[in-house]
């Protein structure tokens, strides 16, 4: 730490009594004593390793208010209180320590030889450690387990207040139970046996995450030859799920040999623990969540982007590029949501589809709106007898109702010469066109609900709605309404309905008439096989009476038969 | 004999969902007239349609992409367009072929016109060129087309 004398950070250990902090013109802190004249770029601070030389000296919990309280930024100045998971203590039993070395203390009075080299690393690599789950123990019940973030664990009491990192041995006892209860649930469940407990399993997840970490916390440690670092023993002894701390144990042995471990390397002060705690017993859940952060998957992202396309006002059908070229979408975070370029372009395909999906049900859901109202609207407006098609297309061949595609040419040069033609009969006519026009209306399409705004297509579409000039037509129309009787029952599929009706009957009528058609038919045919039967039948008689009659040839001869002829004939 | 044009009013409507697609296709249609009669100061001789080629293909893929991946113009659009020439249906017919699923232009792979028989460079896939150069090809300036790219 010498080559770092001085870090102007928050939290750094108070100045010893009498020194003063300065800013030297090339941005070092120095620190200058007004007393003895002296300056240093060293932080002169509280003489703390007083205490370093305390062998099995119990009961001084000296040690650690300089170092953890100070390393807390939001607790600077917590005093060690009666809540204090012990270090000191633990401490002690290892045999006392000639040095205190906090590897994240920022004491400069670390003395000894494993100085500054491998400590500064640390204060930049180890995170926060806060307690993260609790657990009661079973069958020991003041006792509470709990795992910080960086999956240690130690034990609270919850009456007395008190926190060991070592566990005291009843509750050791406790907590090896409890851990071997939970290494059965994770392989029930390994074996794809339903868990029954939710919440453990859910625990079980925090601690092999929290396991991972360590994992990676250790291999660090490893790397760069730092002993010390993760030598938390009594940890270690508790820990019986984890194969972990055999790795972690050798080099902490070795260290043993020349300078008592550190019992608690890691940088969470007491008051701190304190806190965390009371945050916990207040909103466990909230707190938790809070800890977690939100997690944000793939699914979620492409959520994010799609949500911003919608903000921006995109037309579905640009293609992607010309979106990019154009450079809305740079600015907003969410851009960032997707990792890469492909990614957002995919994304963009899918939101397309699905928006021209949606654009294309809209579109058929919305009834086509017939092309002559607006052209008819338009002619009531600015037909003008002077004019003829030709002129009148001409002149206004640049309006919207003149170049609608999905009506012809042709209907439109028809309408505007019926319209013309119209415009020069008499104003009586006109209006007694008008009313038979309305009265033609079926009553529900056209009843007393209706107003000018909302009539009926077959109205709007009709020549002889617009022949007469707005100012006399809609008076006349608005009175007709009023005197309208209320819409019959079921008017709101009236339109349509009433139209299918009209042409059932339609349909009806007509093969009714088919029907009498082909009965007429089939009885002339009846009368004519009769009058064709009567008629052979005649014949045959003739024919009979003809033989008959030559058959009756008697003696006289053929004299006698001419004879009989003529009797016949004069008979007739 | 080239079609007779009539105006806009005799014209037979373009089918349903033209409307949606007429904006971005109107621009497409500028940017072919901006690269037509762009310059060609300064260009080699074969560098003066790669524009026209490259317009072409991102037209094509833009009909390519609405009608067959997101399926948002009807066949009855789809075939209007590719008969009145916003899209060419030669080279639609290549990409539905595996392997030409990005293929950049036809002549790209036209071997009777080169003097090896050969493809053009573009359609090498990365991997397989020499220490990963960047090429970009005569006919239509593409920097690589083949579908492992």
Redesign the interface.
């Known amino acids: 730490m010498a080559d770092l004398p001085a870090r102007p950070t928050p939290g750094l250990p108070p100045l010893a009594p009498g020194w003063t902090e300065h800013k030297a013109p090339s941005g070092h802190m120095y620190y200058y004593n007004r007393e003895t004249g002296k300056s240093t770029y060293m932080r002169p601070i509280l003489e703390i390793n007083s205490f370093n030389n305390l062998l099995a000296a119990p009961a001084v919990p000296l040690g650690p208010p300089g170092t953890f309280a100070n390393y807390h930024p939001f607790d600077p100045l917590a005093a060690p209180t009666q809540f204090n998971p012990d270090p000191q203590q633990q401490f002690f039993q290892h045999g006392g320590h000639q040095q205190h070395n906090f590897p994240r203390g920022g004491s400069h009075h670390r003395g000894g030889h494993r100085g500054a080299h491998a400590n500064f690393p640390d204060r930049r690599r180890q995170p926060d450690d806060r307690p993260k789950h609790r657990q009661d123990i079973p069958k020991c019940a003041p006792w509470v387990l709990v795992k910080t973030k960086l999956g240690r664990r130690f034990v609270w009491n919850r009456d007395t207040n008190e926190s060991f990192w070592k566990f005291p041995p009843d509750v050791m006892k406790a907590v090896v139970d409890f851990d071997r209860i939970e290494r059965e649930k994770k392989e029930r469940r390994a074996r794809g046996e339903p868990s029954d407990d939710e919440d453990s399993t859910m625990v079980e997840a925090e601690a092999e995450i929290a396991a991972a970490e360590r994992d990676i916390e250790v291999e660090m440690a490893d790397a760069e030859g730092d002993a010390n670092m993760e030598g938390d023993d009594e940890y270690e002894e508790v820990e019986v799920t984890d194969n972990e701390g055999d790795h972690v144990e050798s080099p902490s042995k070795r260290q043993r040999t020349e300078e008592p471990p550190e019992d608690h390397p890691l940088e969470m002060g007491e008051d701190d623990m304190a806190w965390q705690l009371a945050a916990m017993e207040g909103d466990y859940e909230d707190y938790d969540e809070e800890e977690e952060g939100l997690p944000l998957t793939e699914d979620d992202c492409k959520a994010l982007f799609m949500e911003l396309l919608d903000d921006v006002h995109i037309n579905p059908y640009t293609p992607w590029d010309k979106i990019l070229d154009d450079g809305i979408l740079y600015d907003d975070e969410r851009y960032k949501a997707l990792p890469n370029m492909k990614a957002r372009k995919e994304c963009f395909g899918e939101w397309a589809k699905q928006k021209m999906q949606i654009l294309k049900e809209q579109k058929a859901k919305q009834q086509k709106q017939d092309p002559r109202i607006p052209y008819l609207a338009f002619l009531h407006q600015l037909a003008n007898p002077k004019l003829y098609w030709q002129e009148f297309r001409r002149k206004y061949k640049k309006e919207p109702e003149m170049k609608d595609p999905k009506f012809s040419d042709k209907d439109r040069e028809k309408l505007y010469r019926d319209h013309i033609k119209r415009l020069g009969l008499t104003q009586q006519e006109l209006k007694s066109d008008l009313s038979a026009m309305l009265k033609a209306q079926p009553l529900a399409a056209l009843n007393r609900s209706t107003t000018l705004a909302s009539l009926p297509p077959s109205v709007l579409t009709d020549l002889r709605f617009i022949s007469l000039p707005a100012s006399t037509r809609d008076p006349l129309v608005e009175t007709y309404i009023s005197m309208l009787p209320p819409a019959p029952e079921g008017a709101a599929e009236s339109a349509e309905e009433e139209a299918e009706v009209a042409k059932k009957r339609a349909e009806r009528e007509r093969r009714e008439k088919a029907l009498a058609e082909r009965e007429r038919r089939v009885r002339e045919e009846k009368r004519k096989q009769e009058r064709e039967l009567a008629f052979g039948k005649g014949r045959l008689r003739e024919e009979e009476i003809e033989i008959e009659r030559a058959m009756r040839v008697g003696k006289d001869g053929l004299r006698g038969q001419l004879d009989s002829f003529e009797d016949d004939r004069q008979e007739r | 004999m080239p079609p007779i044009r009539h105006p806009?009013?005799?014209?037979k409507?373009?089918p349903e969902g033209f409307e949606?697609?007429e904006?971005?296709l109107l621009?497409f249609h500028n940017k072919m007239k901006d690269a037509e009669n762009a310059s060609h100061e300064g260009k080699k001789k074969y560098e003066m349609l790669w524009p026209i080629f490259q317009i072409t293909h991102?037209r094509s893929r833009?009909i390519y992409?609405?009608y067959y991946?997101?399926?948002?113009i009807s066949k009855q659009l789809y075939d209007w367009l590719l008969k009145n020439g916003y899209a060419d249906p030669m080279l639609i017919a290549k990409w539905k072929k595996q392997g030409y699923e990005k293929l950049c232009c036809l002549r790209c792979i036209q071997t009777k016109e080169t003097n090896f028989k050969s493809t053009c460079i573009c359609r090498v896939p990365q991997a397989n060129l020499k220490d990963g150069r960047d090429i970009q090809c005569v006919s239509c300036g593409c920097n690589g087309c083949s579908s492992g790219d």
């Open positions: 806009a009013r005799h014209r409507p373009p949606d697609i904006d971005t621009e991102q833009y992409d609405l991946e997101k399926e948002a």
